[in-house]
């Protein structure tokens, strides 16, 4: 089958697209701009990329046929030229969630992440571990689809030779014809709930709007599956209150059936027990209390799939994790940079407090950009503020675009922060502030205008 997917370099229609090749079917796709690191890896699968949305990437002409089937991404619009021709020419279509529901996960022992927070890391830690089990237990080899490329496997997707398949779940809508939840396609035999917060203003009007969403995911859940559910998530517990038919298993620090006790403060060292019996000691190289949640519910997970948990602790050591999170992108002269994905101020405390445990009474500077969805429309405004309190400075990203006004921020800070207009403006400002010792963090789920890496070449450069 002939498969173009329009969104294809999008982190997750971009797996899609790895694992519809995987399959056998031909496959080629669209994008607004072909960009990496998506575009580098399909490129090399074969995958055929075209640059825009336009009607004829999908007609028949002399060097390229129609497509017997349009998988449609969830940035795709009404009004999007491709999008409208697809409808008038009654081409097959499909959004990605369901094609991979139907096609990849149907016969598959799915392990599903789900939350506000860690899906990213904690699935591609999941895969890991399941990845090391499958050395004693050749059935657990698990397939994946990852929102980025994991440091241990190099690629975002594969559809494995085990029978589970692990993929991060996400709560953002399906399709512009599907407002569904992404999560409610996949059916699920074990599902992490992670943690619950108000996020994604752009399509929830509150947090009870997400809550019911990902109680339709626990519907989905069959009896002889399992939940592993933060204990210490109280949303999580209210999602659990409207019904529940499958057996649930918590975690927590010092809290639910699987525990970790901290050993080092900053997370990189903790004990692990399930049912008030000790699995033993982790020790890794991530950071913060939020990393040792998501090495927590992974670990359940895996176990639930019939791996050996004590068995697993090793492979902690061994985890790589994903692109841009805490991603150490350079050191000069003392000075530490670092590249990382937190675009929430429940993500923007926990990485700061898990930084500040580690480096003690080091400067932490921070730059910020306010690039989602929620944050661009100021949902996330009034938090923001008491997230920055392990940050000495911080330099807010204000474009003149954005519709709210950082100043808010920056006068909470205390003379702790100041805001910038352009990317140039703001490397500007932070190279004028750090010294050696300084521990610098760029925050944010866009590509910043690859602000890490200038400012690691602009510390090189005095």
Sequence with gaps: MRLHILGICGTFMGGVAALARELGHTVEGSDANVYPPMSTQLEALGIGLMSGYTAKHLQPGPDHAQPDLVVVGNAMTRGNPAVEYMLDARLRYISGPQWLGETVLAERDVLAVAGTHGKTTTTSLLAHLLEHASREQADLAPGFLVGGVPGNFGVSARLGQGKPFVIEADEYDTAFFDKRSKFVHYHPRIAILNNLEYDH?????????????????????????????NAHDERLAEVLAMGCWTPVETFGIDRGDWQATLVEADGSVFTVSHNGEPIGEVRWSLLGNHSVMNALSALAAAAAAGADPQALLPAFATFESVKRRMELVGEVDGVRVYDDFAHHPTAIATTLAGLRAKVGDARILVALEPRSNSMRQ???????????????AVVFLHRPELSWDAGRVTAALGGRGATAPTVDALIAALRA?????????????GGFEAAPRRFVESLRQA
């Design 201 to 229: 203003a752009d399509i929830f009007p509150d947090v009870a709007a997400i809550q019911r969403q990902f109680h339709h995911l626990v519907r989905t859940v069959p009896g002889n599956g399992r939940l592993i559910v």
């Design 378 to 392: 100021g949902a996330h405004a009034a938090a923001l503020a008491p997230s920055l309190a392990d940050a000495d």
């Design 433 to 445: 502030q750090a010294r050696p010792g300084d521990q610098v963090i760029f925050m944010s789920n």
